[in-house]
């Protein structure tokens, strides 16, 4: 399997995009709480997954709603559960880490799933951003609570829960 990984430019600061065989598996920002280690992140290159840039750059820009571009997310079959039910959150909308364990099936697992939240490793395009705490307070994110409220703010938040 090929690694390399790419560093782009955007309104949060520096972003690294890291493909495995050309596909998007990680996406960090500086200071990620979980990022990998430099070395997991194999060659840089100019631009390691192009159609992933254009659409962060198109949503930044407020033209993009919903991720398109391929992922290859690896962990385990929970962690795989909890990140398939992030993708289905909207844009502009939030739920809470409750919300998220009764959609996955795992209503008592509310820990677990903010564990597995927070080791998305594909973080906007896999939108951990739009968890929240049980009365809509911001909580955790690894990319910093700053990150967390741009994100909400660009987005919009304001719109019902989806799972509400």
């Known amino acids: 399997m090929a690694v390399t990984h790419s560093v782009m430019d955007s309104p949060l600061g520096p972003l690294t995009l890291r493909a495995d065989d050309g596909v998007l598996s990680g ?49 385990t079959e929970f962690q795989q559960r909890v990140w398939a039910a992030l993708r289905e959150i909207p844009y502009g909308g939030t739920c809470t880490y409750g919300e998220l364990a009764v959609a996955i099936g795992s209503p008592t697992a509310v820990r677990a ?15 951990c951003h739009r968890v929240v705490g049980a009365n809509g307070s911001l909580t955790g994110y690894g990319g910093g609570m700053e990150r967390k409220r741009a994100l909400l703010d660009l987005e919009g938040v304001g719109a019902p829960s989806l799972f509400g």
Request: hydrophobic share 45%; aromatic share 6%.
């Open 113 to 127: 799933v903010g564990l597995a939240n927070g080791k998305n490793p594909v973080s906007i395009v896999v939108p």
């Open 27 to 75: 996406l960090y920002m500086t200071e990620h709480r979980h990022g990998p280690a430099a070395e997991a992140l194999g060659e840089r290159v100019d631009d390691a997954v192009p159609a992933a840039r254009e659409e962060l750059v198109a949503y930044f820009e407020g033209s993009l709603r919903e991720f398109t571009v391929e992922v290859a997310l690896r962990g």
